[in-house]
């Protein structure tokens, strides 16, 4: 039987040394074959020119570097370009680049499915399958930095102009329930012989797994965007099933404690603007009652999203007028509030659409269960579990 071969897309930079030491050679040679891999895009290693032919031989036959296959590459009409990326079994993620004047952001995701299943969220709805690799997320960035250099005739490597600049956690999956390879793939990203991207333009978002907040501000604090989708307890309870496990004065102190560490003093507040749910302007009052109260406040900024509908959601986005006023109550009170502007709803790559139109319906049922099985696992009854019609 031959041995699978190692894919060098999983390690981090302490673990590429540790690799090439057990071949025998220098941590400057990890350094090499990690500029190699991550700011040339190469995955053939004899192209590695500066590496002794012997490595190159040595690493052919155990190791790879293999990123996820892309099943489809779509461009939006307003430039934003979205790829599924077939991660094995029938389940595929997606990967979205959103060009601006001044910027390139990646929105990746961080597992097959979301075990937490938000009300208003389509990639609840299909249940959870499973945590992608360190390959499978820091992949996604790797396939798209170097296709859209491919698109663009941009040589790689750091003379190149970089395509993307920015990488926002905001696909696929709740990413602080993937937590090691999550926090693998950031330090890949900050990484000065990877993509020696700023800790202030890579942002973590999460629905408010609190502990991991904690252990995320002292692994590797980036930029933080927390899903709050509302002003109270039952509220949020009924949007976000996680408030039920750590309800929101848990959640803010949290936000608090992380601002200690953050590469930004704020922490942006997610909003997904829900017509009649969520979005009144007593619901923004109180939201500023929440973030300015002395005891449990935070400093932050607010991002409305019109809330993208999906047809089993039973839910619509707020009216334009609405969301405006409400932004308004929030600002008038101080708040940095922006409405995010809906990019790629041709192509559907707008948030929560997420949804892989590949999906087989057939493996519903199974991922379902897995849902219930990893919410098990972190000791919480935090998913209504749903069953959505064949
Ligand atoms: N699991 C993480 C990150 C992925 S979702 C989280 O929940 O934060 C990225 C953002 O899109 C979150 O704020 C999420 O609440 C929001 N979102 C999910 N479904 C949406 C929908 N249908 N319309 C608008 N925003 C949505
Ligand atoms: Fe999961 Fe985020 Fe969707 Fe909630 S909004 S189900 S946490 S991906």
Redo the contacts with the bound molecule.
């Keep these: 039987m031959t041995t699978p071969l190692t894919n060098l897309l999983d390690f981090d930079p302490a673990q590429l040394v540790a690799y090439c030491a057990d071949l025998g050679e220098k941590p400057f040679r990890a350094k090499q074959l990690q500029r190699w891999i991550h700011q040339f895009g190469a995955s053939d290693f004899n192209a590695m020119s500066d590496l002794a032919k012997s490595l190159r031989d040595k690493l052919a036959t155990r190791a790879e570097i293999r990123a996820p296959a892309v099943i489809s590459d779509h461009t939006s009409t307003d430039g934003t370009r979205k790829w599924l990326v077939d991660v094995g079994n029938g389940n595929a993620v997606e990967t979205v680049f959103i060009p601006e004047e001044n910027r390139g952001t990646l929105c990746i995701s961080t597992q097959a499915g ?1 075990a ?3 009300r208003f ?1 389509s ?2 709805k299909q249940g959870f399958s499973r945590n992608l690799t360190v390959a499978e997320i820091i992949g996604q960035l790797w396939m798209a930095e170097f296709e859209l250099r491919r698109t663009h005739g941009i040589e790689p490597g750091p003379k190149g102009e970089r395509q993307i600049t920015n990488v926002v956690m905001m696909g ?3 990413p602080l329930l993937n937590f090691e390879p999550t926090v693998t793939a950031l330090k890949l990203m900050l990484d000065d012989n990877a993509y020696g991207l700023s800790r202030r333009r890579v942002t973590l978002s999460t ?1 408010g797994v609190v502990p991991m907040m904690d252990k995320l501000s002292q692994e590797c604090a980036v930029a933080l965007a927390v ?1 709050l989708h509302a002003s109270n307890d039952p509220l949020r309870d009924g949007l ?1 099933p996680l408030n039920k496990k750590y309800p929101l004065r848990e959640l803010m102190a949290a936000c608090r404690h992380y601002l200690a560490f953050a590469p930004r003093d704020f922490i942006t507040f997610e909003y997904c603007m829900l017509d009649g749910v969520n979005d009144s302007d007593e619901h923004a009052r109180e939201l500023v009652a929440l973030v300015n109260d002395p005891q449990v406040g935070v400093s932050c900024k607010f991002n409305l999203i019109p809330f993208n509908p999906f047809p089993e959601s039973g839910l619509l986005r707020s009216k334009n007028p609405r969301i405006k006023a409400f932004a308004q109550v929030l600002m008038d009170a101080g708040i940095v509030t922006t409405i995010r502007k809906t990019r790629g709803d041709d192509i559907d790559a707008a948030c ?1 659409q997420l949804a892989g139109e590949v999906q087989d319906r057939t493996a519903v049922k199974q991922r379902m269960e897995k849902m219930a099985e990893y919410q098990k696992k972190f000791g919480a009854d935090f998913g209504r579990i749903v069953e959505i019609p064949s």
């Design positions: 979301c937490v299943n938000c969220c990639t609840g696929m999956g709740e629905s899903s976000v929560g």
